[in-house]
C-alpha cells in the first residue's frame, strides 16, 4: 500500500511554507492563499487553511533504512527530537524499525522512520531528497475496532501483519504504507498531547487501484 497524497488544515500557511520548504527542504509543487502543497520523495503534502487552531496530526516519512545516524544529524541541525526513554532513536522491534520524532510549525507530530525490512539502502549521504514517502498517517476514533473492519471490507485492506491489533489501537497496511488507528483517549506517541480529531483526506494505491479516503 502506497500513500500518495495527504490533506491536512493548518491555520498558518505562511509558516507551514517556511518550515517545510526553508527548513527541511522539501520543493514547493503548487500554493494559493488557501492551499500548500510540498513533493515528499513518491508522495504529495498538502495542507489547507483552516479558521481551526492548533490541528495536530500524526505522520510519518520513510527514510533509507541505512541512513538513520545521517538522519539523526540532518534533523539536530534543524529541530530538537522528541525523546523517549532518554534517546532520540526509537527503537520498534516488532515492527524491525527505527524512527526519529519531531514537531512542525503547526504542532504535528512527524516521524522519520527506517523499516529494515525494506529494500531502501542508499549510497548518497542523507539530506531532503532522501526521503522516499509519506508512508503512515494517522486517524483518531471513537471506535478502533469498527473502524478497522469498514476499512478492510470496503477497500480490501488488511491489518498490518507486525502488529498486535488492540482496542485503542490499530494498524492497517504494509511496510510500504500504513493507517494508524489511534483512539480518542490516547496521547500522540511519544508525547504528552491528547489526540483530537482533524479532517484528513488520504490518496492510497493499493492492488493497481487508487482511491481516496477523506476521514472527517
Given amino acids: 500500500m502506497k500513500i500518495v497524497e495527504i490533506d491536512l488544515l493548518s491555520d ?4 507551514t511554507s517556511r518550515f517545510y520548504s526553508e527548513l527541511l527542504g ?4 503548487d500554493k494559493t492563499e488557501s492551499k500548500i502543497s510540498f513533493k515528499v520523495g513518491s508522495s504529495k503534502l498538502n495542507f489547507l487553511k483552516s479558521d481551526h487552531q492548533n490541528c495536530v496530526y500524526h505522520f510519518a516519512f520513510d527514510i533509507p533504512h541505512n541512513k538513520l545516524d545521517e538522519a539523526l544529524k540532518w534533523l539536530l541541525l534543524k529541530v530538537n527530537l522528541i525523546e523517549f526513554q532518554g534517546s532520540n532513536i526509537i527503537d520498534f522491534p516488532n515492527w524491525n524499525a527505527k524512527s526519529l520524532y519531531f514537531y512542525d510549525n503547526n504542532g504535528n507530530i512527524l516521524e522519520f522512520i527506517a523499516r529494515f525490512e525494506n529494500d531502501n539502502k542508499s ?3 542523507f539530506d531532503n531528497f532522501s526521503i522516499a514517502s509519506i508512508s503512515e ?3 483518531v476514533t471513537n471506535n478502533v475496532e469498527k ?4 476499512l478492510i471490507q470496503t477497500y480490501g485492506l488488511t491489518y498490518y501483519h507486525r502488529q498486535v491489533q488492540r482496542d485503542d489501537f490499530s494498524v492497517i ?7 494508524i488507528l489511534v483512539s480518542s483517549t490516547r496521547n500522540w506517541f511519544p508525547t504528552p498531547i491528547k489526540v483530537e480529531k ?4 488520504v490518496t492510497i494505491e493499493t ?3 487508487s482511491f481516496e479516503l477523506e476521514y472527517k
Fill in 207 to 209: 492492488n493497481n487501484n
Fill in 26 to 29: 522539501f520543493t514547493i509543487s
Fill in 123 to 125: 549510497d548518497t549521504a
Fill in 173 to 179: 497496511g504494509d511496510d510500504n504504507g500504513l493507517i
Fill in 198 to 201: 482533524f479532517p484528513v483526506k
Fill in 147 to 150: 473502524l478497522a473492519k469498514d
Fill in 137 to 139: 498517517i494517522a486517524f
Fill in 12 to 15: 498558518n500557511l505562511y509558516e
